[in-house]
């Protein structure tokens, strides 16, 4: 039940774009969205609940396509500072206790 | 200033010993969590905590007992260390148990077990 992310990993120049995908084969309420650089701790990008809501950042933007339960992450004009690796968490839709089952993670790496 | 703060940083212990990380958040959230990270980066969750009660238990060895004194700190004990227990484990706190809100994480501990 762990959501599948893709690509695994992505090297960019910086300025170029790049989606990180994620889909789930459950139904999902939500889906986190969180970049880990190396050494240090995951930091919050975006939540999409079912049904639309959003919250995240004004910079980065995503999407939920509850059909499918797959959410796509947008990263657009990349900069140096996006480099590290990007996880997808879901909550099924069974669930209510904010317990988040992660993706394996994509890696994305922004060369100069 | 932390938000959500560990300690130690750094654990490294011979297999068979018994070890604690400590938590603590000063945001006045409700919920707080334990998650582990293995060395291909797979983040799981393995307990959370609602305002001292326990909300989620996973599949998680008896080994592993968490304690929550107050709603602002969540300890994890872990008994008889085992070389597959080597990794780093975050705390994370949110403001309830609901999935509608972020989720803040600690800087992590990483536990090498000999």
């Known amino acids: 039940q762990q959501p599948v992310q893709s690509p695994q990993a992505v090297i960019l120049r910086e300025g170029e774009d790049a989606v990180i995908n994620c889909s789930s084969s459950?139904?999902?309420?939500?889906v986190h969205w969180y970049r880990q650089k190396h050494g240090e701790a995951p930091v919050f990008l975006m939540i999409?609940?079912?049904?639309?809501e959003q919250k995240g950042h004004e910079k980065i933007s995503a999407s939920f396509n509850e059909k499918k339960q797959q959410s796509s992450l947008y990263l657009t004009a990349s900069q140096l500072s996006y480099s590290g690796t990007y996880f997808c968490?879901?909550?099924?839709?069974?669930?209510?206790?904010?317990?988040?089952?992660f993706g394996q993670g994509t890696t994305l790496q922004v060369k100069p | 200033d932390t938000a959500v703060s560990q300690t130690p940083k750094y654990l490294v212990t011979q297999m068979g010993n018994d070890k604690s990380i400590k938590c603590e958040q000063n945001l006045g959230h409700d919920t707080m969590y334990w998650y582990k990270q293995d060395s291909k980066k797979f983040l799981k969750i393995m307990f959370s905590y609602n305002n001292k009660e326990l909300i989620i238990n996973e599949t998680v060895p008896n080994r592993f007992s968490p304690k929550s004194p107050d709603k602002a700190h969540l300890n994890l004990h872990i008994n008889s260390l085992e070389l597959g227990d080597s990794a780093v484990y975050f705390c994370a706190s949110s403001p309830w148990e609901g999935s509608t809100d972020t989720q803040y994480f600690g800087p992590g501990t990483r536990l090498t077990v000999l």
């Open positions: 999409l609940l079912k049904g639309g």
């Open positions: 968490g879901t909550e099924p839709q069974t669930s209510n206790t904010g317990k988040l089952i």
């Open positions: 459950k139904a999902l309420y939500s």
